[in-house]
């Protein structure tokens, strides 16, 4: 086992700009899944993919956006960022259903100023 | 609206006696509970989980119960250990409902005390 991975640790970006997050997960997990915890909150889910597809999302607008690739990487893009999306962005793998133990990565810390 | 809710934001317990954090949910709808530790600068790390179709599950030092009556659900550590001092997170799912995530609570800062 390799672990979940992300990059980069720590970003800051300036209000209206875009962003990339990079995840990579465990070797023979399908399913990534993003989370932003917020200072003081637990993480809140933003979305779910599996074997590359979109198949679950939080309450969070469309300029949050993913892609998943063959070689269990992930992506999480957020356009027009806003102050509010400064945050730890959590991404976790796992094998597939709901009930799989979901592995995170150590998160990166977007600031937007 | 808090779907899963942790109202102790930190918890003070000796080392070697027992930790009880709480959790509480108002969606019916969640059927599977875990609970997560975090230490600072690390991912959430699983420690344990239980189905609603049980009331308690067990593993080493950390117990889970779960009382559906109540929606209430407890994480206890016996002996608690130095190495115990993290943040505890509680979340919950609908096993049934989809691709929906886990809901979190806002997590238990536990300290324990030498």
């Known amino acids: 086992e390799t672990g979940v991975t992300q990059s980069p640790t720590h970003l800051i970006k300036t209000r209206g700009q875009q962003v990339t997050l990079r995840c990579s997960s465990q070797?023979?997990?399908?399913?990534v899944s993003w989370y932003q915890q917020a200072l003081g909150q637990g993480p809140q889910f933003i979305f779910q993919?599996?074997?590359?597809?979109?198949?679950g999302r939080g309450n969070f607008p469309p300029r949050f956006s993913g892609l998943q690739f063959p070689n269990y990487s992930s992506e999480l893009n957020v356009n027009a960022l806003e102050l509010d999306d400064s945050a730890l962005y959590l991404c976790?793998?796992?094998?597939?259903?709901?009930?799989?133990?979901?592995?995170f990565g150590p998160g990166t810390r977007l600031t937007v100023l | 609206d808090q779907q899963v809710k942790q109202n102790s934001p930190s918890l003070s317990v000796q080392e070697g006696r027992i930790s009880i954090l709480n959790c509480d949910y108002t969606?019916?709808?969640?059927?599977?509970f875990l609970w997560y530790k975090k230490y600072p600068a690390e991912g959430p790390t699983f420690l344990i989980s239980?189905?609603?179709?049980?009331d308690k599950n067990e593993d080493g030092r950390f117990t889970v119960f779960l009382n559906k009556s109540a929606k209430h659900l407890s994480l206890h550590i016996v002996p608690s250990q130095p190495g115990d001092s993290a943040v505890y997170f509680c979340?919950?799912?609908?096993?049934?409902?989809?691709?929906?995530?886990?809901?979190f609570g806002k997590g238990t800062h536990l300290i324990i005390q030498p």
């Open positions: 976790a793998s796992s094998f597939g259903q709901i009930t799989d133990t979901q592995y």
């Open positions: 070797s023979g997990h399908n399913t």
């Open positions: 993919y599996y074997r590359e597809e979109e198949n």
């Open positions: 969606n019916s709808m969640f059927d599977y």
């Open positions: 239980i189905s609603s179709i049980k």
């Open positions: 979340a919950a799912t609908d096993s049934g409902g989809g691709a929906d995530g886990l809901t």
